[in-house]
């Protein structure tokens, strides 16, 4: 037993070593470690995400109504041109604070493809809360024909599908702190990433340089976002900052829109189970104060 214990302490230490180390070896402003010589195929992103401050983040972490409704106002007035959300209906704006009537109205702004009617034909009509946000383009084949040859993808998923692993030891330090903001992290980050490539990168025709882009250094969507380009209700700034951080925000409601629903209940639970953890240890106690040991 003893051994085993010795084991596992070395190994701890071991990691902890090695994780100080990356970090001493890791450039500024948040770029990759130069581990690749020259001719060798780099790894990507070449910048890594910075872990960004969520209102939605932590065990007690919550959405907030106002960023959801800018993200909302962002991803309708810049981002729904080119990204569908397939999988999300407008009857769930309700969620991010808003009335039956405004919901209707919202979604009376929008056509969809209805039918087929009485004479066997499709036709269009405006949309109604039970709908779902429509695509921009008819099939993916002309949404690729569109962009450069790439499909924009969905958004009703991005925020949980697109993350950028951390590592060993940081995933390990990841369970305690119950880190789970990766794909927010990694979607702001490519949305203000947007820089000019260093000299002698050649860039296609067509492409975009972006470091913390997952998959290469160049992507076909350009720049999306510029100060001043959606106006905002609340005298919130007009920044590409903070569009950014509202549509990140939004869109990871999007994927995981009862998450405050979800953290409530865990921390009922957690409760729940200290209080029983108690009550068996006080019922152990009485049942064998008496008995001979």
Same mark, same amino acid.
């Given at each position: 037993?003893?051994?085993? #214990?010795?084991?596992?302490?070395?190994?701890?230490? #071991?990691?902890?070593?090695?994780?100080?180390?990356?970090?001493?070896?890791?450039?500024?402003?948040? @770029?990759?470690?130069?581990?690749?010589?020259?001719?060798?195929?780099?790894? /990507?992103?070449?910048?890594?995400?910075?872990?960004?401050?969520?209102? *939605?983040?932590?065990?007690?972490?919550?959405?907030?109504?106002?960023?959801?409704?800018?993200?909302?106002?962002? /991803?309708?007035?810049?981002?729904?041109?080119?990204?569908?959300?397939?999988?999300?209906? !407008?009857?769930?704006?309700?969620?991010?604070?808003?009335?039956?009537?405004?919901?209707?109205?919202?979604?009376?702004? /929008?056509?969809? +493809?209805? $039918?087929? &009617?009485?004479?066997?034909?499709?036709?269009?009509?405006?949309?109604?809360?039970? &709908?779902?946000?429509? %695509?921009?383009?008819?099939?993916?084949?002309?949404?690729?024909?569109?962009?450069?040859?790439?499909?924009?993808?969905?958004?009703?998923?991005?925020?949980?599908?697109?993350?950028?692993?951390?590592?060993?030891? +940081?995933?390990? !330090?990841?369970?305690?702190? +119950?880190?789970?903001?990766?794909?927010?992290?990694?979607?702001?980050?490519?949305?203000?990433?947007?820089?000019?490539?260093?000299?002698?990168?050649?860039?296609?025709?067509? $492409?975009?340089?972006?470091?913390?882009?997952?998959?290469?250094?160049?992507?076909?969507?350009?720049?999306?976002? %510029?100060?001043? +380009?959606?106006?905002?209700?609340? $005298?919130?700034? @007009? =920044?590409?900052?903070?569009?950014?951080?509202?549509?990140?925000? *939004?869109?990871?409601?999007?994927?995981?829109?009862?998450?405050?629903?979800?953290?409530? =209940?865990? !921390?009922?639970?957690?409760?729940?189970?200290?209080?029983? =953890?108690?009550?068996?240890?006080?019922?152990?106690?009485?049942?064998?104060?008496?008995?001979?040991?």
């Amino acid at each position: 037993m003893k051994t085993l #214990v010795a084991s596992i302490l070395s190994l701890a230490v #071991v990691a902890g070593l090695s994780g100080a180390a990356l970090a001493e070896e890791a450039p500024a402003n948040g @770029a990759a470690p130069a581990h690749h010589a020259e001719g060798e195929t780099p790894h /990507y992103p070449l910048k890594h995400p910075k872990e960004e401050e969520w209102s *939605f983040a932590g065990p007690f972490g919550h959405y907030d109504k106002g960023q959801l409704q800018r993200g909302l106002k962002v /991803y309708t007035e810049v981002c729904a041109a080119c990204h569908s959300m397939k999988l999300v209906p !407008f009857r769930m704006l309700d969620e991010l604070g808003y009335s039956e009537a405004q919901v209707k109205a919202f979604a009376a702004n /929008y056509e969809v +493809q209805d $039918g087929p &009617d009485a004479s066997g034909e499709m036709f269009t009509r405006k949309a109604v809360p039970s &709908d779902y946000f429509p %695509s921009p383009f008819p099939n993916a084949e002309a949404a690729a024909a569109s962009n450069n040859g790439a499909a924009p993808p969905d958004f009703s998923l991005i925020a949980k599908a697109r993350s950028v692993e951390r590592g060993f030891p +940081q995933f390990v !330090f990841d369970i305690f702190t +119950q880190y789970q903001e990766s794909g927010p992290d990694y979607i702001h980050a490519l949305l203000t990433g947007y820089e000019e490539p260093p000299a002698g990168f050649q860039v296609p025709q067509g $492409g975009h340089y972006n470091p913390y882009f997952n998959a290469a250094a160049v992507l076909a969507m350009p720049k999306p976002l %510029s100060d001043g +380009q959606v106006t905002y209700d609340d $005298g919130a700034p @007009a =920044t590409v900052d903070q569009y950014s951080r509202d549509v990140t925000a *939004f869109l990871m409601w999007a994927a995981e829109p009862h998450l405050d629903e979800r953290k409530r =209940t865990g !921390f009922m639970v957690m409760i729940f189970l200290a209080i029983f =953890t108690v009550l068996i240890f006080l019922t152990k106690r009485s049942i064998y104060a008496n008995k001979e040991h």
